[in-house]
């Protein structure tokens, strides 16, 4: 997803750039083909978006077993909810919406915890872990940090409270502006800000102080994802 995502929110009112009338147009081609349950679409959609899909369920589950068991089901719920897509969102917004509200129910039927409780009191299995995910395009996250620093963001990323890492994933791996994020997790505005702020502000520490002339470098990264994040 380019760059020019982080200037929709800035945009004037009422008016719509060539990038935004062409993704309101493929958004609508998406409802409609999902209202004909037209299984080529679904193809199409799940290699256009699984990479983007399963990094968000591992960074949001924090367990593999769990985030692929959860893959699988969010396809069947397009394929079968298709038609309560309207075209009027993003695509993804609603996709990712659908991947957090299976979590949360597969959480509660587990546990009968909410999202904001998953890492309190939880298994080994809720434990941080590694994981690698192949994408299919470099997120803002990659465009400003190189692999090795990648790697120590990804490992901070899941040393924080589980909202707060979902804030920062959406906004900077997934490139979704704050009303897009607002509506996935269905919370206010001023709360998905507050999150997004607290968590910049919990991981560089989470980063260490040592680590050499690299570390500076990841700081880096996390200062220029800072100064995007409104």
Known sequence: MSTAAFARPFALSGSLTAVDEQARQ?????????????????????????HRLMRYLLYLCGNREMAEDIFQEVWMRVLVRGAQFNGRARFDTWLFTIARNLVIDLRRKKTMSSLDELFEGGSEDDRPMSFEVAGDGPSPFDRFANLEDRERIAEALM????????????????????????????????????????????????????????????????????????
């Open 26 to 50: 493929e958004n609508l081609a998406v409802s409609a083909g999902l209202k004909r349950q037209d299984v080529g679409l679904l193809d199409e959609l799940i290699v256009r978006y699984q």
């Open 159 to 230: 040393k924080l409270d589980t909202l707060y890492r979902e804030v920062l994933v959406l906004r900077f791996h997934e490139d979704l502006s704050l009303e897009e994020i607002s509506k996935v997790t269905r919370s206010p505005l001023s709360t998905v800000k507050s999150r997004l702020y607290r968590g910049l502000a919990a991981i560089k520490p989470k980063l260490g102080s040592g680590g050499g002339a690299n570390c500076g470098a990841v700081r880096s990264a996390v200062a220029n994802l800072a100064s995007r994040a409104i």
